[in-house]
């Protein structure tokens, strides 16, 4: 008999594993249960590391071991067989002791084993039976073990031994000594025996007999302990080293690797080294921790697997095993497949007793249906007419029952959660008899390891890299393989895993998310993870090209196989095939190219090449005999860049010959930069506490390392000096005063000390000062002109910017430009910047990915550039059917999410430049446009839509369309542009702008339509606006509002936000000549020379109200008549089903920052989809961002009711802070974007939401606001808490707006960061809650308790305000 057989019949259950190399005789075995208690199991010794944790009381016996293993259990017992009786000895001994002490046993046996097996009869008598007293001729009375643990189970150990020997009539023993006389003892702990004298042959490794051991070695010179291992030193060795401690002899280790021979061992033991190594590096059979706890952040995709519509297992899912199931993606696989193939079972079984000739009718057919849809969403239900039909039933119909009602009748998708044990050891885990089994299951791994683009990358080895395994998987050629990232394509994610789940055989699916294994908020490497940081790092993986998103579906046809997500590599990869034809042509015309010269040109010289190319160039575009002028800037928010540019720019227009470079750019080269340079200005901005901005940094740092001797003589003949960009009041508290500036106080003489002379005196800019940095900037600048000798230059130093656009405007031929030849030109995502200035007439802007514009430009690559589309849709109105189509564009065209704006329409970010004209195209087949939605023209015309006024709704609705219309330009540009339409009458008949002319409006233009009490549209934010005045259910007429605007420059006083005046009131005919005449009056008194001045508000403020209300009216021929009463009570939507007068119902339901998508928490774009599918009112977008599902028919109700619930849009119980704020897009996508806005928003309002409810005030509303920058577009100026960004992770904060629209707010602080917010909030809403009085609002009651003072007019915003 077998050694094999021999355990397998042992009593208790016993387990072979894993399932490729369970033993032949040991097939009867399940091998598929989890590690059983009290169990005998079988593996193999390169198995091993990967089995779970083992329960209390397992033996397990490791075949062909050669090595022990890292015993993980505190009460382990290791033992080790060199012979097939001694290993059923053990076995018999380690069940003892795993069944009485609820000990783990480790059986180690020798791959060597061999000779006869006596067995023993009645073993569960044997183990049944109770031991006798451990009295054992001097085996055990002995022992002196260190811990309680290690001498109870030596005690136990000798107590099993004694009574196995009764019965066996064979002595086991802690070890074998094979004494013979010599100076040197030989402990061995290698499973195989050795030849040498006087050998000691451990059997019982753990724990280790040290009073035997100790006698053993009393009498000799030294002590040598053989152990298999390959590392540093054997824990067998130090284990023994500790027993005989005090002892005099040396302890010598022998470590053997693998395939060391007996002859290199014996060799080992007659050398002297203290530690002597053989044979090659031994994996260590390590017992790794296998159990998965999936942290917070990666259950994102397990929430994504929930949704799937078949009814789900993960196999793994800690949360629904039992307690003796494991996590381990072994276990999981196991399961897998005993469910997989019971499943199989049931199809078999079901299919004999169709065919079976007694089966009854009713079976028949209730298994015909089955067997048809088996495979099918939804078979369970034809499973549980089966379960019916088969009531009472025999035979292999009860077997058919029983299998079916263990859930078997409807096909799960099973998922296994792969650990990293797997992921890494690809070779040796079971994750390749996974993906090789054939099986019909599905693998999820995580990559979590950030990118080699990111700042905070650590080094990723070749065997950490998960995304590898595509690779592997990809091979086998029958397994769907995707690589996937959630922060860069929800969609795709779930495309993929449903993919997965109908693919007929193996799935693997690589799932992207940086830092997963980190908490939110744990640091990771320098910055906090998050949900930013994940989702940047995602893009600069993706984006990069390091993590590809791809799909390999083998079920396809060959064509459509692979299919590549990526949409930078899939330019990037067109373009280097384009490249690669390109350049074998070329190599196959003019064999002769010497290939050598790329791979010849090493970075250095291409470089040195380059810096001497820019130099030459500067050289020829600059006259020799000018003044020459090198600007350095370093800048995080833009504005010391823009300063740089500008002096170039200015410099230039006085003949300077001057060129403009990045401070870090030079870092390396410092002494031949600057000493190439007559002249040098440095512009900084001023980082933290005076640390420089990220890109002037490697140039700080390289300063202190230069060889001053030979600096100082490279710069002899340099001249500098430096303009510093702060803000005195940025440190509230005086002794902080010293950060002010301080880069560059500290720069300037530094740079002195190096050899270089004053080329003028130190400029400081204070953004505190009345004209921001501009009040220091201008002395600078004029001390630097006279330094070069050209402040006699007379130059007109009109408004560049602003005079540019009305020439662009001007230049245009009605808004044409080369906008065509920009969208043709291939070679760029970008088109000219006069065309950005003129797409935007159209309604499209450019921007780029801000998020990956560093690491794009580190790269050598132009910025990811793409467009923002808005639909004009006035009044906010739309039906279902243009809904389903906008949604398509943004899948087809766009990002995949769309955001509903606070002007009451539809923006799509991410479209690009290919995209852009089908995606404009696709909007007007939907019969809306985008004519006019920005420039500067009227914009979209926003209207009042609350459902509680239903009745009048189309009354104002087709007021505001009116005006719309009647606004519109009317240039045949956009048609012919985006459309193809061709010019009528070709270049004969020429456009005409009766309204505009041909420098259409000095600014952007606002209106919006209000209806009291509701003031959701904040219509004295606009620049024109109307109040409608309803008597007796009918809109009389409108109040006329004029001047209101939310744009500010950070810094300048000179720009405010500012609200609209009431001129007076109008009839309904006469509104659209009101709109006319108010928008014509602006068009020629605005200030076209500064852009920053040209908004109506600055209009009237300049004419004054009554001038340009006089004005106004001598246009329209008529006086406006005496304003109407009018009171407005919120500014805010009301959620929630309302029954308008028509017996229709509205909803209005929440849309946090209009932003629809799908993602892990909601799959709001999809319901929205299923929802206007089926809908037959209308949508209406609010102007907080909300949308209102209106016109519901009673009939219609609860279906609707149905869907709004299954995608989670029916929930509006959320806190009516959360209910009450909103935020503009800003970064990534928006231009202007100074600091987070919509991406960060929601997770400051979590928290100040929990301060509300501390302080008991969930249920009250709170007007929170938040923009990336003051151009104000989510309207923060007259919100009652206001955040505007001003650089990364820091914002101006503002008190005191009112809760209905109609109060400016006021400056707070001037720049405070989140701790600082929360800090500042805490007792401020402390106080509200306590002080205020009845309903009293926050933003009256800090204006009551002068918390801020009241700004009662724009003029007046920045007055007493600290900042
Ligand atoms: S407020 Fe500023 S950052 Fe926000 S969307 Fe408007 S322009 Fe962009």
Redesign the pocket.
Same mark, same amino acid.
């Given at each position: 008999m077998s050694l094999l057989d021999a355990l397998s019949k042992l009593p208790g259950k016993c387990y072979a594993h894993p399932i490729s190399s369970a033993p032949s005789s040991a097939s009867k075995l399940n091998p598929y249960l989890p590690l059983p208690s009290a169990g005998n199991l079988l593996t193999n010794a390169a198995f091993l590391s990967t089995l779970p944790t083992p329960p209390a009381g397992t033996l397990i016996n490791v075949l062909a071991a050669d090595a022990l293993a890292t015993l993980r259990s505190e009460k382990a017992v290791a033992l080790i067989s060199r012979t097939a009786q001694e290993a059923y000895d053990h076995a018999l001994l380690g069940l003892r002791l795993a069944q009485d002490e609820k000990a783990v046993v480790y059986h180690y046996i020798s791959s060597e084993v061999e000779g006869a097996i006596e067995e023993v009869k009645d073993v569960q008598g044997w183990l049944d039976s109770a031991l006798g007293s451990p009295n054992l001729n001097g085996h055990c009375d002995c022992v002196d073990a260190d811990t309680a643990i290690a001498q109870a189970l030596l005690k136990a150990y000798n107590a099993a031994s004694l009574s196995l020997l009764k019965l066996t009539r064979r002595a086991q023993r802690p070890f074998t000594d094979h004494h013979c006389e010599s100076s040197r003892l030989v402990i061995n702990y290698l499973p195989s025996s050795i030849s040498a004298d006087n050998v000691l042959d451990v059997s019982l490794a753990t724990p280790a007999p040290r009073d035997k051991l100790r006698h053993a070695a009393e009498s000799v010179n030294e002590v040598i302990v053989v152990e298999a291992g390959s590392g540093k030193y054997g824990t067998a060795w130090a284990s023994v080293v500790d027993a005989l401690d005090g002892l005099a002899a040396p302890v010598r280790s022998i470590l053997v690797g693998a395939n060391a021979s007996s002859a290199e061992i014996t060799g080992a033991i007659s050398a002297t080294a203290l530690v002597t190594r053989i044979g090659a590096a031994l994996a260590a059979p390590t017992v790794l921790p296998t159990s998965i706890t999936v942290p917070t952040p990666e259950t994102t995709y397990t929430n994504l697997l929930h949704a799937s519509p078949a009814p789900l297992d993960i196999l793994n899912d800690p949360t629904k095993l039992s307690a003796n199931e494991s996590t381990s993606p072994l276990y999981a696989f196991g399961k897998a497949i005993a469910l997989r193939r019971e499943r199989g079972l049931l199809v078999e079984l079901a299919k004999k007793v169709l065919k079976a000739p007694n089966t009854r009718p009713e079976v028949h057919e209730a298994l015909a249906q089955w067997l048809l849809v088996r495979n099918e969403p939804g078979s369970g239900e034809a499973g549980k007419k089966i379960e019916a039909a088969l009531t009472g039933a025999t035979g292999d119909e009860a077997e058919l029952l029983e299998l079916g009602c263990k859930g078997h009748w409807e096909k799960s998708a099973l998922w296994i959660v792969i650990s990293n044990s797997w992921a890494h050891d690809l070779a040796s885990s079971g994750l390749h008899h996974a993906l090789a089994s054939g099986l019909d299951i599905n693998l999820l791994v995580y990559e979590t390891a950030p990118s080699p683009f990111s700042p905070l990358a650590p080094k990723q080895t070749p065997k950490e890299r998960k995304k590898d395994l595509a690779l592997y998987a990809l091979n086998m050629g029958d397994v769907y393989v995707s690589s996937v990232a959630v922060y860069a394509d929800y969609a795709g994610v779930i495309d993929a895993m449903r993919e997965a789940e109908a693919y007929e055989g193996p799935g693997l699916v690589l799932a992207y998310l940086p830092w997963g294994e980190k908490e939110d908020g744990e640091d990771v490497g320098g910055e906090k993870a998050g949900p930013l940081e994940r989702l940047r790092e995602t893009k600069r993986a993706v984006s990069g090209g390091w993590w590809p998103m791809f799909r390999w579906n083998p079920s396809l046809p060959d064509h459509k196989k692979f299919s590549l997500q990526s949409p930078r590599i899939k330019q990037a990869l067109s373009e280097f095939l384009d490249r690669q034809t390109h350049l074998s042509q070329l190599t196959l015309a003019t064999p002769a190219i010497d290939r050598s010269i790329n791979s010849s040109a090493g970075t250095d010289i291409i470089a040195a090449r380059k810096e001497k190319a820019r130099r030459a160039y500067d050289a020829l575009v600059n006259s020799l005999d000018s003044p020459g002028l090198l600007v350095l800037y370093a800048s995080d928010g833009g504005n010391a860049e823009k300063v740089a540019k500008r002096l170039v720019a200015r410099a230039k227009m006085r003949g300077v010959a001057a060129t403009i470079r990045v401070l870090d750019e030079i870092a390396q080269t410092i002494p031949e930069s600057l000493g190439a340079e007559k002249n040098v200005v440095v512009i900084t901005s001023t980082a933290g506490q005076g640390e420089a901005p990220q890109n002037g940094r490697k140039f700080l740092k390289a300063l202190p390392k230069l060889d001053l001797a030979r600096t100082k003589e490279k710069l002899a003949e340099t001249k500098l000096t430096v303009f510093g960009m702060g803000d005195s009041n940025y440190w509230p508290r005086k002794e902080d005063y010293i950060y002010y500036n301080k880069l560059a106080k500290d720069l300037f003489p530094k740079l002195l000390a190096l050899g270089a002379r004053e080329l003028a005196p130190l400029g400081l800019g204070d953004d505190s000062d009345p004209d921001g940095y501009e009040t220091g900037y201008k002395p600078f600048q004029a001390s630097l002109w006279r330094a070069l000798g050209v402040d006699s230059v007379e130059v007109v130093e009109a408004q560049e910017e602003t005079v540019a656009n009305e020439h662009i405007k001007i230049a245009s031929a009605y808004l044409r430009g080369t906008i065509l030849e920009g969208l043709a030109d291939q070679s760029t995502g970008a088109i000219g910047a006069s065309d950005a200035q003129l797409t935007k007439f159209h309604g499209t802007y450019m921007q780029d990915d801000r998020d990956l514009r560093e690491s794009l430009k580190a790269q050598g690559l132009e910025p990811a550039y793409s467009f923002m589309i808005r639909v004009r849709m006035p009044g906010g109105v739309c039906t279902p059917k243009q809904w389903l189509a906008l949604d398509a564009i943004a899948d087809e065209h766009g990002n995949s999410t769309f955001k509903l704006t606070t002007r009451q329409t539809f923006q799509f970010h991410g479209v690009v430049k290919k995209n852009l004209k089908p995606a404009m195209q696709d909007i007007n087949k939907s019969l809306l446009d985008t004519i006019a939605a920005c420039g500067d023209v009227n914009r979209n015309v926003q209207c009042s839509v609350n459902p509680h006024l239903s009745h009048i709704h189309h009354t104002v609705y087709d007021f505001a369309k009116a005006i719309s219309d009647h606004l519109l330009p009317s240039t045949s540009a956009y048609h012919e542009i985006w459309l193809d339409q061709k010019k009528v009458g070709g270049e004969a008949v020429q456009d005409l702008e009766p309204l505009y002319g041909t420098t259409y409006l000095p600014r952007k233009f606002k209106i919006a339509v209000a209806v009291p009490p509701d003031n959701a549209v904040d219509v004295f934010t606009n620049d024109l606006g109307f109040i409608a005045i309803v008597e007796n259910d009918q809109v009389v007429g409108y109040n006329v509002t004029v001047g209101g605007g939310m744009g500010v420059t950070h810094s300048n006083k000179k720009t405010y936000p500012r609200l609209g005046d009431v001129l007076g009131f109008v009839r309904p005919e006469d509104g659209r000549l009101a709109a006319e005449k108010v928008m014509l009056t602006q068009r020629d008194n605005g200030n076209r020379q500064d852009r920053k001045n040209a908004r109506l508000k600055y209009t009237v403020d300049r004419m004054g109200v009554e001038n340009f209300k006089a004005e106004v009216e001598r246009r329209m021929g008529k006086p406006f008549e005496p304003a109407r009463r009018f009171t407005f009570e919120s500014n805010l939507d009301t959620y929630g089903w309302v029954q308008g007068r028509d017996g229709k119902w509205h909803f209005t339901m929440f849309i946090e920052n209009g932003r629809v998508e799908d993602n892990s928490r909601h799959q709001f774009k999809t319901g929205l989809c299923e929802i206007a599918k089926v809908h037959k009112g209308d949508f209406r977008l609010t102007a907080n961002q909300h949308c209102i599902l209106s016109g519901v028919a009673s009939e219609d109700l609860p279906e609707i009711k149905r869907l709004l619930a299954k995608w989670g849009l029916d929930n509006i119980n959320h806190s009516s802070l959360r209910l009450s704020s909103s935020?503009?897009?800003?970064?990534p996508t928006?231009?202007?974007?100074?600091?987070e806005?919509e991406r960060y928003f929601p997770l400051l309002v979590d928290k100040v939401e929990a301060i509300m409810e501390e302080n008991g005030l969930a249920k009250d509303a709170l007007v929170m606001r938040m923009? &990336?920058?003051?151009? &104000?577009?989510?309207r923060?100026w007259n919100a009652e808490i206001a955040f505007? &960004?001003k650089a990364p992770g820091s914002y101006m904060m503002m008190l005191g707006g009112s809760h209905k629209g109609d109060r400016l707010s006021k400056p707070w602080k001037s720049q405070v960061t989140e701790p600082e917010i929360l800090e500042l909030l805490r007792p401020l809403i402390k106080r509200w809650a306590t002080e205020r009085e009845d309903g009293e609002h926050f933003g009256d009651w800090v204006i009551r308790n002068k918390i801020v003072g009241e700004t009662t007019h724009g003029t007046n915003f920045w007055e007493g305000a600290d900042v």
């Open positions: 935020s503009c897009v800003a970064l928006c231009g202007l974007a100074m600091a806005a923009t &990336g920058c003051p151009n &104000g577009c989510a923060p505007v &960004g």
